[in-house]
């Protein structure tokens, strides 16, 4: 039987104990004699938000397909159990050996937000692994990050080993292929790093340094090892549809975020929305098989028992055989009483028609992203959504039966006036309105109607148009949504609709964090040693810790966030290349502030730059012309 | 048709609490292909009834549940096929068709019994047979019983239907007593220890916590033992089939009439 590194007593006293135990369906085991690399696989977060993460779940089957790795799951211990450990020396523990982290060949850490920063310092210590990669020794795990955060690894750089940038199926083999010559050969752990900074997409951020000028931005990067790379370029999957999947994704015990089957149908995306940070890293888009996706439906709610199953892509109506995978869920779901759950559907005729078969009408609710109250203000951010297809969108759904209706915005983007704001009062009131004109009064339900407006901070991220736009200020950030707040309240139907904002202090951190540079590293580093962890919880988030320790830093927060950058700016984050060209973003910069809209890859391609992975829909578009010609 | 599954649940699984137990049983039977069947409506749920809620921490032999099912091959392809998929820590023990007049498992049960032995040390109590014999032959235990709504006065006699010390086989490991009796391969490994064995009132109206009456106990014989060092082991679970006035007579929930 499997011997727990906890004991009963410990167990007992926090709170969901089945967070620490694994032994889930579909966990693997392995004899550790016969694995000669074990590989830890974290998500610096709680058990039930890191299990929900599709990403760990395609990686931990990868290795764990390797007859020689075995690779485990950790999770953040919740605070809790975190006071605990610390206080009976209780190392940081897998979840499937239950042995300590620190006896592993390597520790990798998913990097999915940058509000999991001190949280990656918490793992570490708990780990009793030395918090900066130059403190290890030879007998310590290599410490990998990879993830979208890791397209700006610079602020969490000296936490690191090394970084693997892009798609996780292309290079680990080759990456853990040189650590079993390395270790052969008995070389040493700067030796495995020197060799492995020349497998494509493996980064080391100790091989560099960044200089700084007098004002502040970055004058070069220097390196410390000759022969690293100059530019990292990064690696993805082109055959998505031959490339590794999970049959049998772990199984938890406790309800977690995504208790389900996930299936993703795409990566990339074609529309270029110019504030998103995945719709250009991710790019060319890629579409799965469609009979890939069937089997392996079957296959993997055959394989948890999984009442629900979801479509996950950034934009699941771009996907071009939804009709045919949609039809088929929908068949084989009913006849297993399984749920079929479509986040990201382009709200129209087609969509609510499926939405009607797989969802009950009366309980669920439709979900709009305009993002920008106006429609010169959604030309900026180039999000193709214009009124017009949201109201006819709203108003076939309130014919079909729904009366709940979520609209999501962002507030402090670009060229943002007061009139855009007053655009999200005025849209949401007409959504309201077309409920009222189009359902008579004896067939409402309730009478009424539910309009839920969230709005977000919106924060400039790297690898996109508007990384180099100022971001708001705190106060700004508040002073606008007390602007959306009051344009609501003026509504004729305003109470019809719910308002709801975030709070800014976070939304101002991550914007640091999101364009910082290795200065940064120093005060995530005193931040955590104050405290901080778990930040993106707001009962745990502690924003005056973190401007004292910005000041300790001697760090100005609002040098990363609030200035505007000079189009020949050097950005921490320029030696990663992602395939979309630094020409082409400011091309949508500057056509962002003219207003001008970019028309989606199907319609005309951008030259983006990222075609040359020979790949989307330009590339399969011009091999069909050029075949033609033949 | 109904049918009634016993199953046992220790190790690791302990910690796992009576909601999420459910929750694995819906995916566990969906794994297994059982032809369960599935209530009417939008959203439709299994049809299935567990019997007594086992507090987390506790080790059980004799868990139930019982589900409705379309069609059957036959009990032992279910036992098996469950057995499948089921993870280290729960493991079914048997299943049998029930006479349609048979109420739910929860409904059916009136008794469970248990045993508790020490995860660290020795029993600090001298004469633990004749302890607890006295302490069982004590005409009224009284028990303050607090509840989110009110502190009510009880007598504990009146639902500890049996008691007495024993002994069990108990696998180091996880010091426990259900591996033990489970895993033939730790056959070898297993030490044995002396155990209090009792048999209380589990009934939705009457349920005596064991714990409570362990802790009765200690006081009675004036020891302090935490219950931090204590395992509890639900060994089986009971319907009474006496008939209403008849004198009470405790029956397995697997054979319920």
Same mark, same amino acid.
Not at chain 1, 14 to 24: D, H, L, M, S, T
Not at chain 1, 498 to 507: I, L, P, Q
């Given at each position: 039987?499997?011997?727990?590194?906890?004991?009963?007593?410990?167990?007992?006293?926090?709170?969901?104990p089945a967070?620490?135990?694994?032994?889930?369906?579909?966990?693997?085991?392995?004899?550790k004699?016969?694995?000669?690399?074990?590989?830890?696989m974290?998500?610096?977060?709680?058990?039930?938000?890191?299990?929900?993460?599709l990403?760990?779940?395609?990686?931990?089957?990868?290795?764990?397909?390797? #007859?020689?790795?075995?690779?485990?799951?950790?999770?953040?211990?919740?605070?809790?159990?975190?006071?605990?450990?610390?206080?009976?020396?209780?190392?940081?523990?897998?979840?499937?050996?239950?042995? #300590?982290?620190?006896?592993?060949?390597?520790?990798?850490?998913?990097?999915?937000?940058?509000?999991?920063?001190?949280?990656?310092?918490?793992?570490?210590?708990?780990?009793?692994?030395?918090?900066?990669?130059?403190?290890?020794?030879?007998?310590?795990?290599?410490?990998?990050?990879?993830?979208?955060?890791?397209?700006?690894?610079?602020?969490?750089?000296?936490?690191?080993?090394?970084?693997?940038?892009?798609?996780?199926?292309?290079?680990?083999?080759?990456?853990?292929?040189?650590?079993?010559?390395?270790?052969?050969?008995?070389?040493?752990?700067?030796?495995?790093?020197?060799?492995?900074?020349?497998?494509?997409?493996?980064?080391?951020?100790?091989?560099?340094?960044?200089?700084?000028?007098?004002?502040?931005?970055?004058?070069?990067?220097?390196?410390?090892?000759?022969?690293?790379?100059?530019?990292?370029?990064?690696?993805?999957?082109?055959?998505?549809?031959?490339t590794?999947?999970?049959?049998?994704p772990?199984?938890?015990?406790?309800?977690?975020?995504?208790?389900?089957?996930?299936?993703?149908?795409?990566?990339?995306?074609?529309?270029?929305?110019?504030?998103?940070?995945?719709?250009?890293?991710?790019?060319?888009?890629?579409?799965?098989?469609?009979?890939?996706?069937k089997?392996?439906?079957?296959?993997?709610?055959?394989?948890?028992?999984?009442?629900?199953?979801?479509?996950?892509?950034?934009?699941?109506?771009?996907?071009?055989?939804?009709?045919?995978?949609?039809?088929?869920?929908?068949?084989?779901?009913?006849?297993?009483?399984?749920?079929?759950?479509?986040?990201?559907?382009?709200?129209?005729?087609?969509?609510?028609?499926?939405?009607?078969?797989?969802?009950?009408?009366?309980?669920?609710?439709?979900?709009?992203?305009?993002?920008?109250?106006?429609?010169?203000?959604?030309?900026?951010?180039?999000k193709?959504?214009?009124?017009?297809?949201?109201?006819?969108?709203?108003?076939?759904?309130?014919?079909?039966?729904?009366?709940?209706?979520?609209?999501?915005?962002?507030?402090?983007?670009?060229?943002?006036?007061?009139?855009?704001?007053?655009?999200?009062?005025?849209?949401?009131?007409?959504?309201?309105?077309?409920?009222?004109?189009?359902?008579?009064?004896?067939?409402?339900?309730?009478?009424?109607?539910q309009?839920?407006?969230?709005?977000?901070?919106?924060? #400039?991220?790297?690898?996109?148009?508007?990384?180099?736009?100022?971001?708001?200020?705190?106060?700004?950030?508040?002073?606008?949504?007390?602007?959306?707040?009051?344009?609501?309240m003026?509504?004729?139907?305003?109470?019809?609709?719910?308002?709801?904002?975030?709070?800014?202090?976070?939304?101002?951190?991550?914007?640091?964090?999101?364009?910082?540079?290795?200065?940064?590293?120093?005060?995530?580093?005193t931040?955590?040693?104050?405290?901080?962890?778990?930040?993106?919880?707001?009962?745990?988030?502690?924003n005056?810790?973190?401007?004292?320790?910005?000041?300790?830093?001697?760090?100005?927060?609002?040098?990363?966030?609030?200035?505007?950058?000079?189009?020949d700016?050097?950005?921490?984050?320029?030696?990663?290349?992602?395939?979309?060209?630094?020409?082409?973003?400011?091309?949508?910069?500057?056509?962002?502030?003219?207003?001008?809209?970019?028309p989606?890859?199907?319609?005309k391609?951008?030259?983006c730059?990222?075609?040359?992975?020979?790949?989307?829909?330009?590339?399969?578009?011009?091999?069909?012309?050029?075949?033609?010609?033949? | 048709?109904?049918?009634?599954?016993?199953?046992?649940?220790?190790?690791?699984?302990?910690f796992?609490?009576?909601l999420?137990m459910?929750?694995?049983f819906q995916?566990?039977?969906?794994?297994?292909?059982?032809?369960?069947?599935?209530?009417?409506?939008?959203?439709?749920?299994?049809?299935?009834?567990?019997a007594?809620?086992?507090?987390?921490?506790?080790?059980?032999?004799?868990?139930y549940?019982?589900?409705?099912?379309?069609?059957?091959?036959?009990?032992?392809?279910?036992?098996?096929?469950l057995?499948?998929?089921?993870v280290?820590?729960?493991?079914?023990?048997?299943?049998?068709?029930?006479?349609?007049?048979?109420?739910?498992?929860?409904?059916?049960?009136?008794?469970a019994?248990?045993?508790?032995?020490?995860?660290?040390?020795?029993?600090?109590?001298?004469?633990?047979?004749?302890?607890?014999?006295?302490?069982?032959?004590q005409?009224?235990?009284?028990?303050?019983?607090?509840?989110?709504?009110?502190?009510?006065?009880?007598?504990?006699?009146?639902?500890?239907?049996?008691?007495?010390?024993?002994?069990?086989?108990?696998l180091?490991?996880?010091?426990?007593?259900?591996?033990?009796?489970?895993?033939?391969?730790?056959?070898?490994?297993?030490?044995?220890?002396?155990?209090?064995?009792?048999?209380?009132?589990?009934?939705?109206?009457?349920?005596i916590?064991?714990?409570?009456?362990?802790?009765?106990?200690?006081?009675?014989?004036?020891?302090?033992?935490?219950?931090?060092?204590?395992?509890?082991?639900?060994?089986?679970?009971?319907t009474?089939?006496?008939?209403?006035g008849?004198?009470?007579?405790?029956?397995?929930?697997?054979?319920?009439?």
């Amino acid at each position: 039987m499997r011997k727990l590194a906890l004991c009963d007593d410990i167990l007992m006293q926090v709170e969901k104990p089945a967070r620490y135990i694994g032994g889930e369906v579909n966990s693997v085991m392995k004899d550790k004699n016969k694995a000669a690399i074990r590989f830890a696989m974290c998500f610096p977060d709680v058990y039930e938000i890191g299990m929900s993460h599709l990403g760990i779940q395609i990686l931990y089957s990868m290795f764990n397909s390797f #007859p020689d790795v075995w690779c485990e799951r950790v999770y953040s211990p919740w605070t809790d159990l975190d006071q605990i450990m610390r206080r009976e020396n209780i190392p940081l523990f897998t979840l499937e050996s239950q042995e #300590p982290v620190r006896e592993m060949d390597f520790l990798g850490i998913t990097l999915q937000y940058e509000m999991c920063y001190t949280n990656i310092l918490q793992i570490l210590d708990l780990a009793q692994i030395p918090l900066l990669s130059k403190d290890r020794d030879d007998s310590m795990p290599i410490v990998i990050g990879g993830g979208p955060c890791s397209y700006n690894p610079e602020p969490i750089a000296a936490f690191f080993d090394l970084f693997y940038i892009g798609e996780g199926e292309t290079q680990y083999r080759p990456l853990l292929d040189w650590y079993l010559e390395n270790k052969e050969k008995k070389g040493s752990r700067l030796d495995f790093l020197k060799g492995a900074a020349r497998i494509p997409g493996i980064y080391v951020p100790g091989f560099y340094e960044e200089v700084y000028q007098e004002d502040g931005t970055i004058k070069e990067r220097r390196k410390l090892y000759e022969e690293a790379p100059d530019v990292i370029c990064k690696e993805l999957v082109m055959n998505v549809s031959n490339t590794h999947y999970p049959d049998k994704p772990v199984v938890p015990f406790i309800k977690v975020t995504q208790d389900r089957v996930v299936l993703e149908i795409q990566r990339g995306c074609i529309r270029g929305c110019r504030f998103c940070q995945a719709g250009q890293l991710y790019r060319p888009v890629r579409e799965r098989d469609v009979e890939m996706l069937k089997t392996y439906a079957a296959k993997m709610l055959a394989n948890t028992g999984h009442e629900e199953i979801s479509l996950s892509s950034l934009s699941s109506s771009d996907y071009s055989q939804l009709n045919e995978l949609l039809d088929y869920l929908i068949e084989d779901c009913d006849r297993k009483h399984i749920n079929i759950s479509l986040p990201s559907l382009r709200i129209d005729a087609f969509s609510l028609d499926v939405m009607s078969k797989v969802q009950d009408v009366k309980k669920s609710s439709l979900t709009f992203a305009p993002e920008a109250g106006s429609q010169r203000l959604r030309d900026v951010i180039n999000k193709g959504l214009t009124e017009e297809v949201i109201l006819k969108g709203a108003t076939l759904a309130f014919q079909g039966g729904w009366t709940r209706v979520k609209l999501y915005f962002m507030l402090g983007l670009p060229t943002e006036t007061e009139e855009d704001i007053r655009g999200i009062g005025e849209l949401s009131n007409k959504i309201a309105a077309a409920f009222f004109d189009t359902v008579p009064k004896e067939k409402r339900v309730n009478g009424r109607v539910q309009i839920v407006t969230s709005t977000s901070f919106f924060i #400039p991220k790297p690898f996109t148009p508007f990384q180099w736009a100022p971001m708001c200020t705190k106060e700004e950030f508040l002073e606008k949504a007390h602007q959306t707040r009051k344009g609501i309240m003026e509504q004729l139907n305003q109470k019809s609709i719910k308002y709801n904002w975030h709070e800014a202090d976070v939304s101002v951190l991550e914007g640091v964090f999101a364009r910082g540079d290795r200065r940064v590293g120093q005060a995530i580093l005193t931040a955590y040693k104050r405290g901080c962890m778990f930040d993106s919880w707001s009962e745990s988030f502690h924003n005056d810790l973190w401007l004292a320790s910005f000041q300790d830093c001697g760090l100005d927060m609002e040098f990363y966030t609030t200035r505007k950058r000079a189009d020949d700016e050097i950005f921490p984050w320029d030696f990663i290349d992602c395939g979309v060209t630094r020409e082409f973003l400011l091309r949508e910069w500057k056509k962002a502030q003219e207003g001008i809209v970019s028309p989606n890859c199907r319609s005309k391609c951008q030259g983006c730059g990222a075609r040359r992975f020979g790949g989307g829909v330009c590339y399969e578009e011009g091999k069909e012309e050029h075949e033609d010609q033949d | 048709m109904k049918i009634r599954i016993k199953f046992a649940k220790y190790g690791s699984m302990k910690f796992i609490g009576h909601l999420d137990m459910m929750r694995y049983f819906q995916k566990a039977i969906r794994r297994a292909g059982i032809d369960i069947r599935y209530s009417e409506g939008f959203s439709p749920h299994q049809i299935m009834s567990f019997a007594a809620p086992l507090g987390v921490g506790i080790e059980s032999l004799g868990e139930y549940l019982d589900i409705e099912a379309v069609s059957l091959t036959s009990t032992n392809q279910l036992t098996d096929a469950l057995n499948e998929t089921m993870v280290e820590g729960v493991q079914i023990l048997a299943a049998r068709i029930l006479p349609d007049t048979v109420k739910n498992a929860m409904a059916s049960v009136a008794a469970a019994s248990y045993q508790i032995h020490l995860k660290e040390g020795t029993f600090p109590i001298p004469d633990l047979q004749e302890s607890a014999a006295a302490f069982y032959a004590q005409a009224q235990i009284p028990y303050t019983k607090e509840t989110k709504k009110s502190i009510i006065e009880v007598d504990l006699k009146q639902g500890i239907y049996e008691m007495h010390v024993g002994e069990t086989k108990v696998l180091p490991d996880m010091m426990s007593a259900a591996a033990a009796m489970l895993l033939p391969e730790a056959e070898a490994d297993c030490i044995t220890v002396p155990c209090i064995c009792m048999t209380v009132d589990a009934s939705s109206s009457g349920n005596i916590k064991p714990t409570v009456v362990f802790e009765k106990f200690c006081e009675f014989t004036g020891c302090k033992i935490p219950l931090s060092n204590i395992q509890v082991t639900r060994l089986e679970t009971y319907t009474n089939s006496a008939r209403e006035g008849e004198k009470r007579q405790l029956v397995p929930l697997l054979l319920q009439e």
